[in-house]
């Protein structure tokens, strides 16, 4: 029995595997997928020693729990949240040590969505496209978390890291405001819509996943009815579908599609996207 490896106690509502993603493959139709909060992840795998690319967990709302079969460093980041080994409260955000067979609980999240879980070694699930990321949307990659599932976990790192001793986590966002370029379809819209788009308030609505955030508020008016031929779509692309309430395509995102473009977020934007509860308040604002 490979003893370098984690034992699933409780999955969650939505535990996923997750690095930097895939990129590169999306004329195949495949998108990045990773990490919706980048930077939490490789913040975590910086505080225990991994690279910055290696495997995480992704939780969404209620955390997880896992039994390591060995002692393990971790690290808990992203949306703050409860931290216990057998019972026992562990700081949050730091890395700590858990010992072979304890019981490691990630509770809920107290503030934001998503809880990155980073251990030593990375989580060494097999690559998919040079990936070890679950894409929710096409299937590929490791299937979400399940109770009593095993994960193997890789080598943990020999060298010794320069340590992190207050890591800057910034926090869950009260109001979202993402930046974005107007384009490539902004001129199916009335000026009035693209006035709308950049002063009025939106609200991150509760159907939001790791696919698209979905918006709730005023629709944006269009000069022209039909719809587009399918074309290709990236990360932080505005859609807007028939109703007219924009969706903000996160890493799980289709590659193409036949609704207009509007505008797109820049992308060090949405890892901020990635810890907004539903009712945030979103505003978008126009940058060069």
Not at 87 to 108: D, K, N, S
Not at 197 to 205: I, N
């Amino acid at each position: 029995m490979n003893d370098r490896a984690v034992a699933v106690v409780r999955a969650g509502a939505l535990t996923t595997v997750q690095d930097l993603g895939r990129t590169g493959y999306a004329h195949l139709g495949v998108a990045r997928s990773g990490a919706l909060d980048p930077a939490a992840a490789r913040l975590v795998n910086r505080l225990v020693g991994n690279e910055e690319g290696a495997a995480v967990l992704e939780t969404t709302v209620d955390g997880c729990a896992l039994r390591p079969r060995r002692a393990v460093t971790v690290a808990v980041g992203g949306a703050p949240c409860p931290v216990r080994a057998d019972g026992r409260p562990l700081p949050w955000g730091t890395a700590v040590r858990v010992p072979a067979g304890a019981l490691l609980e990630v509770g809920p999240a107290v503030r934001g969505l998503r809880s990155y879980v980073a251990i030593g070694g990375g989580i060494a699930v097999d690559p998919v496209l040079g990936s070890r990321s679950t894409d929710l949307l096409s299937g590929l990659g490791p299937a979400p978390l399940a109770d009593g599932a095993v994960l193997a976990l890789g080598a943990a790192a020999t060298a010794v890291r320069e340590p992190v001793d207050a890591p800057p986590w910034p926090g869950p966002p009260g109001e979202l405001v993402l930046r974005v370029r107007l384009g490539p379809r902004d001129d199916w819209f009335t000026s009035g819509a693209l006035r709308t788009l950049t002063t009025r308030a939106y609200r991150v609505a509760p159907a939001s996943n790791r696919i698209g955030l979905r918006l709730d508020g005023p629709a944006l008016e269009r000069t022209r009815t039909g719809e587009l031929p399918s074309e290709g779509m990236v990360l932080g692309a505005v859609q807007v579908p028939p109703d007219g309430r924009p969706v903000v395509f996160l890493a799980d995102h289709p590659t193409t599609g036949g609704y207009p473009v509007v505008a797109v977020v820049r992308e060090g934007d949405l890892g901020a996207a990635a810890q907004a509860v539903p009712g945030t308040p979103v505003r978008f604002v126009t940058a060069p």
